[in-house]
């Protein structure tokens, strides 16, 4: 295997691991938001996850 074929699995990989990321980071904020809401019957302005803050109603979770 070349350098240049490691480098593009490095990053076809790392593309891949982000946007499992980026689902599972999607998927926690709406359970997030729906066990807020059904708690406090609010919505919920903004929350943390891994120490990122995400603020609600985005259509992508900052990371």
Not at 31 to 54: C, H, L, P, Q, W
Request: avoid cysteine; charged fraction near 45%; aromatic fraction near 12%.
């Amino acid at each position: 295997m070349t350098i240049e074929e490691k480098k593009a699995d490095f990053l076809r990989r790392f593309r891949a691991s982000r946007l499992r990321k980026e689902d599972f980071i999607s998927k926690m904020e709406k359970r997030m938001r729906e066990d807020y809401r059904k708690r406090t019957g609010k919505e919920a302005e903004s929350f943390n996850v891994f120490g990122e803050t995400i603020e609600m109603f985005s259509h992508k979770p900052t990371l």
